[in-house]
C-alpha cells in the first residue's frame, strides 16, 4: 500500500463510492418533514395556504370544507366547525398539513416518485457507464461527470426557497444518473489500479465506501441536526462536497495503467503510472502480463453491450455477474430495513429513538465491511459468499417465525420478547450481506472479464441490479400488504437458489490474474482460447528474456 495508491483509491470512494451510499439513505430520515412540504406546497397552489391571508368568509368556507370533507373529516382539530374555530391558524394548518400526507393519494403518489426517479436515472446511467470507461477513461469518466453532482445540489437546495417539489425530483434524477456512472467506473478503476494480492482488499473499499455514505446520510438526517422542516435541504446540498473533494484531489492520480496500454497504447505512460502506484521502478512483470492481454484483445471488436450479449463465449460470465447482481439485490436488504421500525416498535423503542436505532443498524453494517476487508483476502470470495448467505437465510427463517407470532393475540405478553429475537434475527442478516453479497458482486464483475469487455460487461450487471432494484421497489409495498409476517419467503428462495448458482458456477478469483481467472471460468475458449491458454506462459517467459 503506497501513498499514490492509497491516494487514488481514497478520492474515488469518497467521491463515487460514499456518493451512491449516501443517495441511498439520504431520503430515509426526513422524509415526514418533506412529505409535509409537499403538502403545504399543494395546498398554497390551490390558494389555501397560509390562512392567515384569507379573508374572513374565504377561511369559513374553507374550514366548512374541511370539516365535512372526505379527505379531512375527523381531523386531528377535530370533525366539527366549533372545534376548528376554538383553534389557531397556526394549529389548523399543522393539522390540514398531517393530515393532508396521511389520506391525499398524490403525496404518496410524488413521493414514491422522488424516491423511485433515482433508480430509474440510475438505471440509465448503468447503460452508459460502459462507454463513458471506454472512451474516456476511469478517472477521467468519473472527474467528468463531477458536474452532475454540483448540479444535483443546486437543485436540492433551493426547493423551500422556489417552493417547488419538483427542484427535489430533479435532484434526485441528476444523483441517480451520477450514481449509475460512478459505481461502474469506481468499481473497475480499483481493480485495474490495485496489486494482485491485495485486489479484493481495495475492492471491498468500494462497498466500505457505500456503507459510510448510507450511515452519514442517516445521521443527517435526524430531527436533532437537519432533519427540520427548515434545513433538510441541507442533506441533499451535502452532494456538493463529496464532489468538489473528488474534483480536486482525483486529478493528482494516475489514470488506471490497464486503460493506458491495453485500450489506448500507451506503454510509456501506462509503466510511468504503474511506477506510481507501486513505488518502485521494475514493474516489467504486469506490463508484459498486459502486452499478453493486448495481444489478445487486438483481434477482438470493441465489445458494445450488444456484441457482450451476442458472443458464445462470454455467455457463461455474462450470466455469472447478472446472477450475482440480481442476488444481491433480491436478497431480502429492503425488506429487514423496511420492517426494522416496527420490529423496534413492538420491541418498546420510543418513536423519537427510532431514527438512532437506524443510525445504529448502519453502524453495524460499516463495522461489518471493515472486518470484511482483511477476510476478502485471507478467506477468498467464494466462501465470503456462501456461508454468510447461508447465515442469511436462516436469519429470515428466524425473522418469519418470530414476526408472525407477533401477530398472535393469545401470546401478547411475549411480543416485547419476539421482538428482540427478531431484531437480533435482522442484525445477523445486516452482519451476513455486508460480510459477503454487499461488497462481492461489484468485485467479480471486474475480475472475471477480460480488459475488451469488462466496461460492457459491468455496465450491462449493474443494469440488473438497478432494475431489479427498482422492480422490488414497486412491488414490495403490496407484498407488504398481502404477505405480512411471511414477506420473507421469496428472498429465502431467492438465497437458496444463489448459494447452489455460486456454489456450482462461481470461481475463485483470490490472487489470480484477470486472464487466469478468464481462462478459469472458460472465457475465450475455442480454438484462439485454447491457444491462449497453451503459450501464455511461454510468451511472458520470452518478454522476461
Known amino acids: 500500500m503506497t501513498p499514490c495508491l492509497l491516494m487514488s483509491i481514497f478520492f474515488t470512494v469518497f467521491g463515487n463510492s460514499f456518493l451512491y451510499g449516501y443517495n441511498i439513505g439520504d431520503v430515509n430520515n426526513p422524509a415526514p418533514v418533506i412529505r409535509e412540504f409537499y403538502a403545504r406546497i399543494l395546498l398554497v397552489r390551490k390558494g389555501y395556504f397560509p390562512l392567515s391571508e384569507l379573508s374572513p368568509n374565504e377561511s369559513a368556507v374553507f374550514l366548512a370544507n374541511l370539516a365535512t370533507g372526505p379527505s379531512y373529516s375527523n381531523s386531528t382539530a377535530g370533525s366539527s366547525m366549533p372545534s376548528l374555530a376554538n383553534m389557531s391558524f397556526e394549529q389548523i394548518e399543522i393539522g390540514i398539513i398531517k393530515k393532508m400526507v396521511e389520506n391525499e393519494p398524490v403525496i404518496e403518489i410524488l413521493w414514491s416518485v422522488t424516491v423511485a426517479i433515482f433508480v430509474l436515472f440510475g438505471m440509465i446511467g448503468a447503460f452508459v457507464s460502459g462507454s463513458v470507461a471506454d472512451h474516456f477513461g476511469r478517472k477521467k469518466g468519473m472527474l467528468m461527470i463531477t458536474v452532475l453532482m454540483f448540479l444535483a445540489a443546486l437543485f436540492g437546495g433551493i426547493p423551500i426557497v422556489t417552493g417547488s417539489f419538483e427542484m427535489l425530483i430533479v435532484h434526485r434524477a441528476l444523483v441517480g444518473l451520477h450514481c449509475g456512472i460512478n459505481v461502474s467506473l469506481a468499481a473497475m478503476y480499483l481493480a485495474e489500479i490495485s496489486p494482485r494480492s491485495i485486489r479484493g482488499a481495495v475492492g471491498t473499499c468500494h462497498q466500505l465506501f457505500i456503507t459510510v455514505g448510507i450511515l452519514w446520510s442517516n445521521l443527517m438526517g435526524v430531527s436533532k441536526l437537519c432533519g427540520t422542516a427548515e434545513l433538510w435541504p441541507i442533506v441533499f446540498v451535502f452532494n456538493a462536497i463529496p464532489a468538489a473533494i473528488c474534483l480536486i484531489g482525483l486529478p493528482f492520480c494516475p489514470e488506471s495503467p490497464r486503460f493506458m ?18 513505488g518502485y521502478s521494475d514493474v516489467e512483470e504486469e506490463i508484459d502480463e498486459m502486452k499478453v492481454e493486448a495481444r489478445k484483445s487486438q483481434s477482438v471488436e470493441s465489445f458494445s453491450i450488444k456484441r457482450l450479449l451476442t458472443t458464445p463465449d462470454l455467455r457463461v460470465p455474462v450470466i455469472m455477474a447478472c446472477v450475482l447482481q440480481i442476488s444481491q439485490q433480491w ?27 437506524v443510525c445504529g443498524t448502519s453502524t453495524i453494517n460499516v463495522l461489518t465491511t471493515i472486518i470484511a476487508v482483511p477476510l476478502m483476502e485471507k478467506l477468498g470470495r467464494r466462501p465470503l459468499m456462501i456461508y454468510p448467505m447461508m447465515g442469511m437465510a436462516v436469519s429470515f427463517i428466524i425473522l418469519t417465525i418470530f414476526h408472525n407470532l407477533q401477530y398472535d393475540d393469545s401470546l401478547s405478553e411475549n411480543h416485547q420478547t419476539f421482538a428482540y429475537v427478531g431484531i437480533a434475527a435482522m442484525h445477523t442478516y445486516v452482519i451476513g450481506f455486508a460480510l459477503g453479497l454487499g461488497p462481492i458482486p461489484f468485485l467479480i464483475v471486474s475480475e472475471i472479464f477480460r480488459q475488451e469487455p469488462r466496461a460492457a460487461a459491468m455496465s450491462i450487471s449493474l443494469a440488473f441490479n438497478w432494475v431489479c432494484n427498482f422492480t422490488l421497489m414497486l412491488v414490495f409495498r403490496f407484498m407488504q400488504d398481502t404477505m405480512k409476517g411471511y414477506v420473507y419467503l421469496p428472498f429465502i428462495v431467492v438465497l437458496v437458489l444463489a448459494i447452489t448458482f455460486i456454489i456450482i458456477m462461481v470461481p475463485e478469483t483470490k490472487n489470480k490474474t484477470f486472464d487466469e481467472i478468464s481462462v478459469q471460468i472458460g472465457l475465450g475458449r475455442g480454438k484462439k482460447g485454447l491457444a491462449y491458454e ?10 522476461k528474456t
Open 534 to 543: 497453451q503459450d501464455e506462459g511461454q510468451e511472458l517467459n520470452s518478454m
Open 331 to 357: 436478497s431480502g436488504i429492503n425488506a429487514v430495513m423496511s420492517f426494522s421500525s416496527f420490529m423496534y416498535k413492538n420491541a418498546g423503542v420510543p418513536a423519537n429513538v427510532v431514527e438512532w436505532v
Open 261 to 278: 496500454l491495453i485500450k489506448q497504447g500507451k506503454e510509456q505512460e501506462a509503466r510511468d503510472a504503474l511506477r506510481k502506484l507501486r
